[in-house]
């Protein structure tokens, strides 16, 4: 190790992990709820975005933050548990 040049590095690439984590929780249902919602915030963002692009008045689902903050976008109020 001491021999070595302080500036070398490996010159192959090792494989990387295929799995790209969101959600962690101990019961796998917990997690696939979770996954689920994550999925239900993503398809009404995506649809409020699509509309909001296009000219239309929409309401954002919770959770929006950018947009509220610094583009003024209405967003609904989390729902009450």
Do not use: K
Not at 18 to 45: H, K
Not at 57 to 77: C, D, H, I
Request: charged fraction near 25%.
């Amino acid at each position: 190790v001491l021999q070595q040049d302080w500036r070398s590095r490996p010159t192959s690439h090792g494989p990387r992990r295929g799995l790209r984590p969101r959600v962690a929780a101990r019961s796998v249902w917990a997690r696939v709820e979770a996954l689920q919602r994550n999925r239900a915030f993503i398809d009404a963002y995506r649809a409020a975005r699509a509309a909001w692009l296009a000219g239309l008045s929409v309401v954002f689902p919770p959770g929006t933050y950018w947009l509220r903050r610094f583009a003024s976008v209405v967003v609904a109020e989390p729902p009450r548990a």
